[in-house]
């Protein structure tokens, strides 16, 4: 019932940027934290950023100063801006998000995860 759907993904030459988009719909109560996650070929998963309900953001030490992580909770869509884009940045990001679908105090938040969409920088 739940979805992320992202969007933004794309070929960039190094240098330039992208604007990542994750939607979350279906049967949802309410979001905790929001994140994004990166997969290089060969490589694990990596946290990239995260922002919390409250609106603080952390940030992979090879993103800072270059990515941006933010959040509409209106639009129940998570953001993250991409600039000076390197080709290391090359990977599938995810999105991924702490969902409760029910009002139940008692009921934890479960993670939801976002197909992937691809970056790949060029040189």
């Known amino acids: 019932q739940v979805q992320l759907v992202e969007s933004g993904g794309g070929l960039v030459q190094a240098g330039g940027s992208l604007r990542l988009s994750c939607a979350a719909s279906?049967?949802?109560?309410?979001?905790?934290?929001m994140g994004w996650y990166r997969q290089a070929p060969g490589k694990q998963r990596e946290l990239v950023a995260v922002v919390t309900s409250g609106g603080s953001t952390n940030y992979a030490d090879a993103v800072k100063g270059r990515f941006t992580i933010s959040r509409d909770n209106a639009k129940k869509t998570v953001y993250l801006q991409m600039n000076s884009l390197k080709p290391e940045d090359t990977a599938v990001y995810y999105c991924?998000?702490?969902?409760?679908?029910?009002?139940?105090?008692?009921?934890?938040?479960?993670?939801?995860w976002g197909q992937g969409t691809q970056v790949t920088v060029s040189s």
């Open positions: 991924n998000a702490a969902i409760k679908t029910t009002p139940y105090t008692w009921v934890d938040e479960v993670d939801y």
């Open positions: 279906g049967r949802i109560f309410s979001i905790n934290a």
